[in-house]
T-cell receptor, first 111, second 116 residues
């Protein structure tokens, strides 16, 4: 079992709709959870982090964390073509000082 | 200091040659990480430093890889006797870690290595 799992996609969403990206993790003691956006040929860019169960909103982005289900999600409202990218879920485990990344979900926003 | 700087941006080398990459982190960040990313995969952890101390090294990392961070400032990653399987994007990141939380990394632009 991979430590951090994501569907590779591609996920195709019409412009203006809500994009929903999901991630599960294996270490039940994980403490910190991150979403990174990566455009093709570029390095990852941190867009959200969350530590507590529930929702955290930042502009058009909402991160959701459910530690009991070991599940993290990212919602993007009013999707724009510029949101087309690969979204990486990342988790800091209970005993680790490093962040473990999933393989990413490719998101495509169609006009 | 506006971000993490990596040099060179691209490196093409012949199999068997040694290569060295440099990373300059955000100055106030005490942690520096090296990751490797291949096409279609997420970044894979290689090693990290807190100040000048190398605190963890991936078990997947062969002895051909070595990293240093003298004086807790910039870091270098050296790959000896390169192999075609070393072709990847090498990413450096830095962070400011407090207590048991990690506020996430800031990545550099990466060094793309091609071994021919």
């Amino acid at each position: 079992q991979k430590e951090v799992e994501q569907n590779s996609g591609p996920l195709s969403v019409p412009e203006g709709a809500i994009a929903s990206l999901n991630c599960t993790y294996s270490d039940r003691g994980s403490q910190s959870f991150f979403w990174y956006r990566q455009y093709s040929g570029k390095s990852p860019e941190l867009i959200m982090f969350i530590y507590s169960n529930g929702d955290k909103e930042d502009g058009r982005f909402t991160a959701q964390l459910n530690k009991a289900s070991q599940y993290v999600s990212l919602l993007i409202r009013d999707s724009q073509p510029s949101d087309s990218a690969t979204y990486l879920c990342a988790v800091k485990g209970s005993s680790a000082s490093k962040i473990i990344f999933g393989s990413g979900t490719r998101l495509s926003i169609r006009p | 200091d506006t971000g993490v700087s990596q040099n060179p941006r691209h490196k093409i080398t012949k199999r068997g040659q040694n290569v060295t990459f440099r990373c300059d982190p955000i100055s106030e960040h005490n942690r520096l990480y090296w990751y490797r990313q291949t096409l279609g995969q997420g970044p894979e952890f290689l090693t990290y430093f807190q100040n000048e101390a190398q605190l963890e090294k991936s078990r997947l990392l062969s002895d051909r890889f070595s990293a240093e961070r003298p004086k807790g400032s910039f870091s270098t990653l050296e790959i000896q006797r390169t192999e075609q399987g070393d072709s990847a994007m090498y990413l450096c990141a830095s962070s400011l870690a407090r207590a048991y939380l990690n506020y996430g990394y800031t990545f550099g632009s990466g060094t793309r290595l091609t071994v021919v």
